[in-house]
């Protein structure tokens, strides 16, 4: 296996440039450069030299970690550098001129300690989001991941299949034995400790999705022509995100901000109007992405004054929009009265939408998984709810061994060299 380097701290310039060297001759490597290293895990100042001439480089500050008790799992190396772009260059250089080392890619590092046994996949994948977390909901949940809270929490489910798919294979493969019991109540037993193990999964995929957290909650505005939504879409992105015209139909496509506010991000949709016929082809198709992006909002904005739709699964706030305008000053029940040209309301919105989000938005104690580990999940619930319905031990042991697999896939254990690859791709370099 190649030796690989890079800087892990950012890019320079910046006052310190923390530069790893891991793999079977990180150690040569460093020695080469520095003429001795530090005891292990204690820092030393040393001169860093290049080894064709003998040229100084820097004087920097190294640690030495013996592997396998290090973050790759592997022999490694910090060298701290002063942090200009030329020193850096000058040290990348002198190391991709050593026999057997090169740069590393993007996520290498991690990629690593996955392979030897440092962390799982799903710290893996927590350790990439913490490393995009923008607010404090995403990094406590980053954090929680990867910290091992899923995998901790996947071994428990583990070790509860495992003692059933044992019970089972004992009543398969050992039935003529006077202590396996065989009968039917014992079957029927397992049967119910897989429907009450499959329960379990069932309440943890009805909450939330976490990519909330992450993406933000989707908030779709829509209405009507001229019913107010880009004025408002602009409001509560506080900048000229939207051109706002009195022209009807100005809005022909989606528009999208990314707004965090208070902690909580949001992504808001303008949508063209509504409007019941048109002879305009581009403006039906304005309107047909409009009706999807309502169906798959979390949560809606209606500012028309006709009823609202009623959408399985999106969250619905009916707004009194343009209160400020003649002939619009009393409020219909149930409806928030707000003006965005003038602010009027804007603080009541802001409050009805951070009050919606303690329902869109996972709790601070709930397991956070992501969209391939749910679905993973889902799997698994799956193999038990079906397992609970056979009353053959032969295909309970199968589905048993199916949601086993599918808990194997959510901590790595199963092959995911697919998964692997898109995981890393978003880490950088020195990670």
């Known amino acids: 296996?190649?030796?690989?380097?890079?800087?892990?701290?950012?890019?320079?310039?910046?006052?310190?440039?923390?530069?790893?060297?891991?793999?079977?001759?990180?150690?040569?490597?460093?020695?080469?450069?520095?003429?001795?290293?530090?005891?292990?895990?204690?820092?030393?100042?040393?001169?860093?030299?290049?080894?064709?001439?003998?040229?100084?480089?820097?004087?920097?500050?190294?640690?030495?970690?013996?592997?396998?008790?290090?973050?790759?799992?592997?022999?490694?190396?910090?060298?701290?550098?002063?942090?200009?772009?030329?020193?850096?260059?000058?040290?990348?250089?002198?190391?991709?001129?050593?026999?057997?080392?090169?740069?590393?890619?993007?996520?290498?590092?991690?990629?690593?300690?996955?392979?030897?046994?440092?962390?799982?996949?799903?710290?893996?994948?927590?350790?990439?989001?913490?490393?995009?977390?923008?607010?404090?909901?995403?990094?406590?949940?980053?954090?929680?991941?990867?910290?091992?809270?899923?995998?901790?929490?996947?071994?428990?489910?583990?070790?509860?299949?495992?003692?059933?798919?044992?019970?089972?294979?004992?009543?398969?493969?050992?039935?003529?034995?006077?202590?396996?019991?065989?009968?039917g109540a014992a079957l029927d037993a397992i049967l119910a400790e897989c429907g009450a193990l499959g329960g379990e999964l069932d309440d943890i995929l009805a909450a939330p999705p976490v990519e909330r957290l992450r993406d933000g909650i989707r908030v779709v505005l829509a209405g009507p022509p001229n019913s107010g939504k880009s004025t408002l879409l602009n409001a509560l992105a506080d900048r000229e995100a939207a051109i706002v015209s009195p022209i009807a139909g100005t809005t022909r496509d989606r528009i999208e901000v990314a707004v965090v506010r208070n902690g909580i991000a949001w992504l808001l949709t303008d949508t063209a109007g509504l409007a019941e016929a048109t002879d305009d082809p581009i403006e039906r198709i304005g309107i047909a992405r409009a009706e999807d992006a309502m169906r798959s909002a979390d949560l809606l904005l209606w500012l028309a004054d006709a009823a609202p739709p009623v959408i399985a699964g999106v969250h619905l706030l009916a707004l009194h929009s343009r209160a400020d305008l003649p002939g619009r000053e009393q409020t219909p029940e149930a409806r928030i009265s707000v003006s965005a040209a003038t602010g009027q309301g804007m603080a009541s919105l802001w409050a009805a939408m951070e009050e919606a989000a303690r329902t869109l938005l996972p709790r601070e104690d709930a397991l956070a998984l992501n969209r391939r580990q749910r679905d993973l999940l889902r799997d698994a619930a799956g193999a038990l709810s079906d397992a609970a319905l056979h009353h053959d031990p032969l295909l309970v042991a199968e589905e048993l061994r199916r949601a086993r697999t599918a808990f194997d896939r959510i901590t790595g254990r199963a092959d995911v060299e697919g998964v692997l690859d898109a995981l890393f791709g978003r880490f950088c370099i020195g990670k």
């Open 1 to 183: 296996m190649d030796t690989i380097f890079a800087v892990s701290s950012g890019q320079p310039p910046a006052a310190i440039a923390v530069l790893r060297v891991s793999g079977p001759r990180a150690r040569v490597t460093a020695e080469a450069l520095a003429g001795s290293l530090p005891p292990p895990r204690q820092a030393g100042v040393r001169a860093l030299r290049d080894p064709a001439d003998g040229a100084l480089l820097d004087r920097a500050l190294l640690l030495w970690f013996p592997g396998p008790r290090t973050a790759t799992g592997e022999d490694l190396v910090e060298v701290h550098l002063h942090g200009g772009r030329a020193v850096v260059r000058a040290v990348e250089t002198c190391l991709a001129a050593q026999p057997e080392l090169r740069p590393a890619e993007a996520g290498e590092f991690t990629r690593r300690a996955l392979a030897h046994g440092r962390l799982d996949l799903s710290e893996a994948e927590g350790l990439g989001d913490l490393l995009m977390a923008e607010t404090e909901a995403q990094r406590r949940a980053a954090l929680a991941s990867a910290e091992g809270a899923v995998r901790r929490r996947v071994e428990h489910w583990q070790a509860a299949l495992l003692m059933l798919a044992a019970r089972i294979e004992a009543m398969l493969d050992h039935a003529d034995e006077d202590d396996v019991a065989d009968d």
